[in-house]
């Protein structure tokens, strides 16, 4: 006879079970992906228009933003051919983090700028 937990099938054990199969590499993406989502929805960038948006909360998304460069950071050895598109989603945020204030943060002082440096459009 095997001894099964009492509640194996519980839905509330599942997450964890599942967790702990998941490489690292993959819950640093997925949090990553989080941190972007929601600083998206922060700025408003889910909606038509932005500046309208009833979700748009500036200091939320600064928050999210700097958490994201953070992460990054930290990670980048270890996201491998991913770090470069997660990079570029970063910035991206960052641009338009700047885009959005009404009175931009001086070069180096943005969101997540201590962990990336400035962040600059380029011309083109």
Do not use: C
């Amino acid at each position: 006879m095997t001894d099964v937990p009492e509640h194996a099938d519980d839905p509330a054990d599942q997450p964890t079970r599942e967790l702990a199969e998941i490489p690292a590499v993959e819950v640093i993406s997925r949090a990553a992906l989080m941190l972007m989502s929601a600083a998206a929805e922060k700025l408003g960038l889910a909606d038509d228009e932005p500046e309208e948006s009833p979700h748009r909360d500036l200091d939320e998304a600064r928050r999210l933003i700097t958490a994201l460069a953070g992460l990054v950071k930290a990670s980048a050895e270890y996201l491998g051919p991913h770090a470069g598109p997660v990079r570029d989603a970063l910035r991206e945020l960052q641009l338009a983090f700047r885009d959005a204030s009404a009175y931009p943060d001086e070069p180096g002082q943005g969101p997540g700028e201590k962990f990336t440096g400035p962040v600059w459009r380029t011309p083109g």
